[in-house]
């Protein structure tokens, strides 16, 4: 059976890199991955890390965000 090449960049420095002028060149991805990344780092803390009272100041901050976007 005939091996299978890689496909891609050979190093993950190359590709590291890759990614980096990819969304130099392309700003809406690069907010759509800073979204994505502030809304992993939350769940994050809120799962693992918040106290009742930082759960609390949450609500309150969600609560102010849906009066917003309603309007």
Same mark, same amino acid.
């Given at each position: 059976?005939e ?18 002028r ?9 907010e ?13 803390y809120?799962?693992? #890390? ?7 100041? #949450?609500?309150? #901050? ?10």
């Amino acid at each position: 059976m005939e091996k299978k090449s890689r496909k891609g960049y050979s190093s993950q420095e190359k590709q590291t890199e890759a990614n980096r002028r990819y969304l130099a060149n392309n700003p809406e991805t690069r907010e759509r991955k800073k979204i994505s990344n502030l809304k992993s780092n939350g769940k994050k803390y809120i799962k693992e #890390f918040a106290q009742l009272s930082d759960l609390e100041e #949450f609500k309150e #901050f969600i609560k102010e965000r849906e009066k917003i976007l309603k309007k």
